[in-house]
């Protein structure tokens, strides 16, 4: 074969390479894939156990943390796909990349930061006590000690009772109403778990139950994200600001909990 003959080779073999690599550009930008772009759609895990911010009513999932996050992909122009899943199963569902997102009430920790991103937070929450109510032994923290108490499996407020309750019983249970049932039916001397999630059971489920100490353990509940997705987290963060400066936040936190966050 002549140089000629050679040389057009050469040029036409160039340009299908550089069509090939425009093609799958291309293809990548739309599917989101490209770096720096977001996904049309995100797997978003929750749990359906946790009232008031995700739970099941006739056939559908409902609360605080589910409107939020269609409001928030709504503002980033992204669609979700909702699983749901045990609580502790959330984290390394996120770590294996099952799932994109998670919303559950999920408090931010240095710990869980080491396997996840997190957003901003966007509650702010704590631990509460509730005893049956005539309970009239357990007033606060300190008459725990001792005691068998009702929580959440892979709940922070587990590791709580055992790093900073002597002789403690943690008796941990997958579906929340299992916990409240233990102290119900007197199998658990009380439930330690997000005040929230507490307050509101007793108030619409828990005839038998009562509130009783301070807030314990002030902290906050953040948007759990799969490592490695900074615009996805940055996404996240602008929308969350927004629908606090428009109001939107401030709407669903009312049609929740009754009042505005202060």
Known sequence: ???????????????????????????????????????????????????????????????????????????????????????????????????????????ITEERKQKIDYSEPYYESGLAIGVRSDNDSVKGIEDLEGKTIATRLGSTSASYIDENIENAEASQFEQLDQAYLAVENGSADAILYDAPNVNYYIQTNGDNLKVVGDLYQAEDYGIAISKGQEELVTAINDALATLKENGKYDEIYEKWFGKKPE
């Open 1 to 107: 074969m002549n140089k000629h003959k050679w040389k057009l080779l050469s040029i036409l073999i160039l340009i299908g390479l550089v069509l090939a690599g425009c093609g799958s550009s291309e293809g990548d930008a739309e599917n989101g894939n490209s770096e720096g772009e977001l996904k049309d759609t995100y797997t978003v895990a929750s749990d359906t156990s946790f009232v008031p911010f995700e739970f099941k009513e006739d056939g559908e999932y409902v609360g605080f943390d589910i409107d939020l996050i269609h409001a928030i992909a709504d503002e980033a122009g992204f669609e979700i796909e909702l699983e749901t899943t045990n609580f502790d199963g959330i984290i390394p569902g996120l770590q294996t990349g099952s799932f994109d997102i998670a919303i559950a009430g999920i408090s």
